[in-house]
């Protein structure tokens, strides 16, 4: 689930830092306060004189100006070195507004999914939908587009001719539709991470190549033992030909 | 039964236990059987696995196919005996093995089914040779 909440960075060593050390209860909470108002209001740590009064007691000012948490500036007043560790109000916005596009891609792409009748056409869908999950996530570097999510088998995940094609070539032993079978109830009677995937069709290949490493690697019928008997009297029978009419001869 | 035919036998025990057959094996089976018929052999086998289920050994065969044998010699109530002909023929040569030889010609004939008792007659009754009525007989 997407969370449109704000955070700001705060080292966890920052009350033991010999500045604040200085400050009294009171400004300390104070210029906790007043950090959560740049960042609630994306002002990039400046701040009116009518804000300036209003967030602080005249004790507190007087102890923040003197320690340098706080620095005058020419149209008020600005939190020192703000932008250096907080997150300016034109990286939130660029935030938003990749999220929410990447958002009307994954919706599209559910949407191209559930009215196409291929399943393979889900799993293409599938590796559009955006990830936004989480605040601190980033847009892998490099690509357009955010991470895929995966999604649960589809509930009507067919073999289609083409994977049929694959699995002659590469499993000639496997029982095709049995092992098929499997696989469908496996993963759909599976809960958790691993019943996640994002690419069903590999999956299923992957178990396809799974099932031939199982499956028996031409161990002879009976029928092909009786053939090899047949074959082997056949041999012994022309050898004892041949010493008999050697020893003739 | 030569060693080909020994061959198909074991193919037939294979068809009921899967045995596994090679060189080796088939040599020793094709040495205890080789004085029986195929014909005997195939049927013994089978007589075997309607009533057992373990693993069929040369024994059980051989077994078998004497009492197959057996039940084929008894239906000659007199014995078998040479025809006049060859009597004549092995009695003015003088040999006492081509007698022996003959006799045990005509006896593993009639054990092994070859010679039935009606063609006994026919032979009895006939100036032919044992070997050359066999042969026709084979022929017919």
Known sequence: ?249 | MRIEETSALLAKVQAFDNRNVDAAVLSAWSEILEPHTLHDCLAAVTEYYRSNTGWIMPAHIVERVRAMEEARQHQFKNGCHLNPADEDKIFATGDSESWSKAMRALNRAARTGVLTPAAYDAYQSGDEPLEAFLTRKAIQ
Request: one cysteine or more.
């Open chain 1, 1 to 249: 689930m997407a969370s449109d909440r704000l955070f700001f960075k705060l080292h966890n060593g920052f009350p033991e830092h010999p500045k604040a050390i200085e400050l009294s209860d009171k400004a300390f909470r104070q210029l906790i306060e007043a950090w959560c108002y740049c960042s609630r209001n994306l002002n990039d740590g400046r701040l009116s004189k009518a804000q300036f009064l209003k967030l602080f007691s005249a004790k507190s000012r007087k102890e923040l100006l003197s320690v340098g948490f706080v620095m005058e500036s020419e149209n008020g007043y600005e939190m020192h070195d703000y932008l250096e560790h907080q997150q300016s109000a034109e990286q939130v916005e660029n935030r938003r507004n990749k999220r929410a596009a990447a958002g009307s891609m994954g919706g599209r792409a559910k949407a191209n999914g559930l009215a196409s009748a291929s399943s393979h056409a889900k799993q293409t869908a599938s590796k559009s939908v955006a990830d936004t999950d989480t605040d601190t996530d980033e847009v892998p570097k490099g690509t357009s587009l955010p991470r895929s999510r995966g999604q649960r088998i589809p509930a009507d995940f067919t073999v289609a001719p083409a994977m049929v094609a694959w699995a002659r070539a590469n499993c000639p032993n496997v029982d095709g539709p049995r092992e098929t079978t499997k696989f469908i109830n496996y993963y759909q009677g599976l809960s958790g991470a691993k019943a996640v995937k994002l690419d069903w069709v590999a999956t299923w290949r992957n178990w396809m190549l799974n099932a031939a490493e199982r499956a028996p690697q031409g161990k002879p019928t009976t029928v092909d033992k009786m053939q090899s008997t047949l074959e082997l009297g056949r041999r012994l029978q022309a050898v004892q030909d041949g010493q008999q009419q050697l020893a003739i001869g």
